[in-house]
């Protein structure tokens, strides 16, 4: 058992816990949402919020106050909340999680979010794999509806806050969060040009704010003990409260682990995950998801928390740790999450389209033993060319694997180059230049 | 010098500059002669930034931003020569160019092609991209129009163009990524309004026409600006010849009152010229029979024929007839021919038809029959008004003004038409409508009375026009009295309720456009439709600038000085005489 206190995952984690309404009530569920509405001012909520340093859970880790804050105050109309639960990044399975198992939690997140922003109407965009999981929201919401908890008169206060569940349609690209608004109107996933931001021209063109699901799981907790019991967790004053971190790859026990922002690399894989799978040495890991470059055992004494990981030449990203042992072939590793990129690139823009084209083909010709030396260099040109030119932070995504497995293990690149040669697998390029 | 609220001031590449607030960065740099390059954006349509070929770089922004969608704010600074703005448009073009097919010599945009004129300017001569290319398999598209989707860059101009200008929809991107190919929506070919505005917004030869496939190099083509002639919009055409050939017709960006926009008949009509049963060679009645013969032969012979019947019969005897489809000058020397040589006002056009039923309610209320209403007038309306126009089909490009006015401007679009909104790819006005009156042809005079009771009886009368002309407003409320809403609801089969929620939109605008369009005015009684509709923008207060005199609602009539009123009979709007209808339609 994990020496930390869990925080989000603590109800499921006991015994006969089922999720229902009832399940949650017993546990102070609902509590923080009689708390504040009708009774707080909205904008005391987001300050609570602002104070506690909360950071989106998502993958930027953008502080959530600050977030509700850019709405526009004087805004005379509809605003919404969409909660990103297109949980679609490999090695990330956390809101799943949280959705199947404790849903009330985030939609009680989900109502106090509402209420501090001011919005009627909230969307929960979930991935449409999650057939389970958007079944269990719908009799959740179903649930809370009846109890009065989501309606056009919650608790009896005369504030409407409702709640819909929309299903992906199965693309990478909707996690991100105009892509989900563009999705969620009915149109094609693509992501927008930005500025303007979402808080003031989002979902149908009004203010809007996107947050992911174990952001507002973390809501009522806030709420009902307090920003400053909140802010006392982790590392603060810049990564606060607990954070569920995935781990997953070659250890004994994979998962999902709550541990307080802060902890290190070594502790999170060797003491709560258990260690190595095989007691074969630690080759690598990706601290933050497939679009987190991979850090290698020496930052195995990094914190896990927004800036040390940002040190260590990495993100936080959205908490998928994925492990992997000695023996690794890193560049099959690197080809495996280009595959994943190249086959979600929405094609909207054309370095990212062309670029995760160019970069796959590359690098199966690699692993095929049919590179040569000069890819090396192109695979860096395209990344480079890529990085920071596209509309949304998937291109930056899409390098990082390539990008950080060349600048750790190289020699695997090149071993690979000369075992082509010695096979004599020919470029066709170079079958060309012979006479 | 102090700057207006209006105006920002920037510099680019060191050249400052003042430009309207809100104008995007690729426009300024356009303004002090700098071409940044670019695929995605077109002035017509919003800002999408997914080429990323025309990024630049901004002082004090990290990163370089795409200048279509960067607005010019003041002070601003912007650099588009730099070494790393260079290396930022060569690399995108790289990618550009990787499944690009490179089929220049069999390409019919060859010669106009922005991706060749980049690739020239960046030298890009050589290729790093030792991959397989993506291939699509090649699929019938439609008739008229041909795709090339490998030689596609994704810039997605042609459907937004078809969605954002045209609001037909008919084109959608398939497929994701580098897989992702221009389709009609649905699995049949495309079906749409043909307008031809994804070939001429193509950058790339990934759309072309068929009527003119692989028959020029675009160098080869002489160019001639003319107006077309198929309705009464007017627009301006390029007609592109190749020898004695007629090529291909179309309309340069910013041309014309059409602003570059063309419709079916403009872009693809133009091979009625060519048609094999178009008669070419004058024609006389021999024995029965028409029969061929020369220009000289048949002029002769009706100079011949004119005299003998002027002498025997006088001029009188003599009637003119032209085709409404001929330009002003043809129609001015016809009747100049027809009142001074041979001696007649027997004069008459299939320009005219109908159309009288509109000029003479407007001379009789306004006292000239003129219209009052311009293209700007629509585009900048807040209620429309259309009453048998079936728009999209009979005069497309004013059609594209009201769906400017609808889509980018807000405004409330009523229609009484002979319509149901379309449900397939053949869109029409009605899709775009707030309050459709759907009604047969012949029921929209009691439609329009209809209207007029329910802005009589729901008290939208304006109380100064009630006390300015007070015998006026007594006269119309009689008259819409008699009119039952039974009678109403039994001939249009539209209830009371639908009648006064129009009534009300009406009321609550403030610059209120009517469009009668030809399927009104060829209709009976016409001429008191009208009226009527003359009589619903008086009693609207939509007179406060302007010289409407007297108004009249069956045949009462009351002295009135007015101050507004817009009014237009599409269809005929250049002028009486310019171009005629489309005769059958």
């Known amino acids: 058992m994990s020496k930390h206190e869990p925080v989000l995952l603590k109800n499921m984690l006991q015994p006969g816990y089922t999720g229902s309404l009832a399940d949650y009530e017993k546990t102070g569920g609902y509590q923080a949402l009689r708390k504040v509405v009708g009774k707080v001012p909205p904008t005391d909520v987001t300050g609570t919020v602002m104070k506690s340093g909360l950071r989106g859970r998502g993958g930027a880790g953008f502080p959530t106050g600050v977030k509700w804050g850019f709405l526009p105050k004087d805004y005379q109309g509809p605003r919404y909340l969409c909660c990103n639960a297109d949980e679609s990044e490999p090695g990330t399975f956390k809101d799943r999680q949280l959705i199947e198992r404790d849903p009330h939690q985030i939609l009680e997140g989900i109502l106090l979010a509402c209420y501090a922003i001011g919005a009627e109407s909230a969307y929960i965009y979930i991935r449409g794999e999650f057939v389970l999981g958007a079944r269990i929201l719908e009799a959740a919401i179903a649930e809370a509806r009846t109890a009065g908890y989501i309606g056009t008169n919650i608790l009896g206060t005369g504030i409407t806050a409702n709640v819909w569940v929309h299903r992906g349609a199965g693309a990478y690209i909707c996690g991100e969060e105009t892509a989900l608004l563009e999705s969620l109107e009915g149109k094609r996933g693509l992501p927008r040009v930005k500025p303007p931001f979402p808080a003031t021209h989002g979902l149908y063109n009004k203010p809007t704010v996107v947050n992911n699901v174990e952001t507002l799981a973390n809501l009522p907790h806030i709420i009902s003990r307090g920003p400053e019991w909140f802010s006392a967790i982790g590392s603060p004053p810049k990564s606060t409260g607990t954070r569920i971190f995935c781990v997953s790859g070659h250890v004994k026990r994979p998962g999902n682990y709550e541990v307080p922002m802060g902890v290190t690399f070594r502790e999170l894989i060797y003491e709560e995950a258990g260690g190595m799978r095989s007691d074969k040495p630690l080759k690598a890991f990706i601290p933050g998801g497939a679009s987190a470059p991979f850090l290698t055992p020496d930052s195995l004494d990094v914190k896990l928390d927004f800036e040390s990981v940002a040190a260590a030449g990495s993100m936080l990203g959205s908490g998928g740790v994925t492990v992997m042992e000695e023996g690794t072939d890193m560049v099959w590793a690197a080809l495996r999450l280009m595959e994943f990129f190249y086959h979600e690139s929405c094609g909207k823009c054309s370095p990212c389209r062309e670029g995760s084209s160019w970069l796959v083909q590359t690098m199966r010709r690699i692993v095929a033993r049919r590179g040569r030396m000069e890819d090396l260099e192109t695979l860096v040109d395209l990344c480079k060319n890529i990085a920071g030119r596209t509309v949304c932070a998937f291109g930056d995504a899409e390098i990082s694997p390539i990008m950080s497995t060349l600048k750790h293990w190289r020699p695997e690149y090149v071993k690979m180059i000369h075992e082509a040669e010695a096979a004599n697998l020919i470029h066709p390029k170079r079958i060309l230049a012979q006479p | ?585």
């Not at chain 2, 106009?112 to 397989?132: G, I, M, N, P, V």
């Not at chain 2, 403009?266 to 178009?278: E, I, L």
């Not at chain 2, 008086?538 to 002295?559: D, G, I, M, Y």
């Not at chain 2, 599409?570 to 005629?580: A, T």
Request: aromatic share 6%.
């Open chain 2, 1 to 585: 010098m102090a700057t207006t609220t209006d105006t920002v001031r920037l510099t680019i590449d060191g050249i400052p500059i003042s430009v309207p607030k809100g104008t995007l960065v690729i426009e300024a740099a356009r303004r002090v002669g700098v071409m940044v390059p670019h695929f995605c954006y077109h002035p017509k349509l919003k800002p999408d930034a997914n080429c990323r070929m025309c990024l630049v770089e901004v002082e004090k922004m990290p990163k370089l931003q795409t200048s279509c969608s960067t607005i010019a704010t003041e002070g601003m600074s912007v650099r588009t020569a730099t070494t790393v703005v260079h290396d930022a448009h060569k690399s995108v073009l790289e990618f550009i160019l990787a499944n690009h097919p490179l089929d220049c010599p069999v390409c019919d945009q060859g010669g106009k092609c922005d991706l060749q004129d980049f690739s020239h300017q960046y030298t890009a001569t050589t290729s790093r991209f030792a991959e397989t290319k993506r291939i699509f398999q090649k699929e019938y598209f439609s008739p008229l129009i041909e795709t090339q989707m490998n030689r596609c860059v994704q810039c997605l101009r042609c459907v937004r163009y078809c969605d954002e200008v045209m609001d037909v929809k008919a084109l959608a991107p398939v497929g994701r990524g580098t897989m992702t190919e221009i389709k009609s929506f649905g699995a049949h070919p495309l079906d749409c309004e043909f307008c031809g505005g994804c070939v001429q917004i193509c950058p790339v030869g990934a759309i072309t026409s068929r009527l003119s496939m692989y028959e020029y190099r675009p160098w080869m083509l002489k160019r001639a600006d003319t107006v077309c002639s198929f309705c009464g919009d007017g627009c301006q055409i390029t007609v592109q010849t190749k020898g004695q050939e007629l090529i291909e017709v179309n309309s340069a960006q910013g041309a014309g009152r059409n602003n570059g926009d063309l419709c079916a008949r403009g872009f693809f009509g133009f091979h009625a010229t060519s048609h094999p049963s178009r008669i070419t060679q004058p024609l006389i009645r021999r024995n029965g029979s028409l029969v061929e013969t020369t220009w000289e032969e048949a002029l002769e012979y009706v100079a011949e024929q004119t005299k003998r019947i002027k002498l025997a019969h006088g001029a009188q005897a003599f009637g003119g007839l032209i085709s409404g489809r001929c330009t002003n000058e043809e129609l001015y020397l016809f009747q100049k021919f027809m009142r001074v040589t041979i001696g007649t006002n027997n004069l008459d056009s299939s320009a005219r038809y109908g159309h009288i039923n509109g000029t003479q309610a407007l001379r009789r209320v306004q006292g000239t029959h003129r219209w009052t209403v311009t293209f700007e007038d629509i585009v900048q309306a807040d209620v429309l008004l259309l009453v048998g126009t079936n728009i999209t089909e009979a005069n497309p490009i004013t059609g594209l003004q009201v769906k400017e006015a609808v889509k980018k401007h807000d405004a409330t679009l009523l229609t009484i038409e002979a319509l149901q909104p379309a449900i397939g790819t053949i869109s029409n006005i009605t899709n775009l409508s707030q309050h459709h009156l759907c009604v047969a042809p012949s029921q929209f005079g009691t439609a329009v009375l209809g209207l007029l009771k329910a802005v009589v009886e729901g008290n939208h009368i304006d109380n100064a026009l009630r006390q300015r002309a007070s015998d006026y407003v007594s006269s119309i409320s009689q008259a819409v009295q008699q009119l039952s809403w039974d009678d109403l609801a039994l001939n249009t089969g539209m209830s009371r309720e639908s009648f006064a929620s129009m009534a009300s939109s009406l009321a609550k605008g403030r610059r209120v456009v009517v469009l009668a369009g030809q399927t009104l005015l060829r209709s009976q009684g016409a001429y008191g439709i009208c009226l009527n509709l003359l009589d619903l923008l008086l009693v609207k207060e939509q007179l406060k600038w302007a010289r409407l005199r007297n108004c009249c609602l069956a045949h009462s009539t009351s002295p009135l000085r007015t101050r507004a009123h817009r009014w237009c009979v599409p269809g005929k709007r250049s002028s009486l005489w310019l171009q005629g209808p489309p005769s059958s339609r």
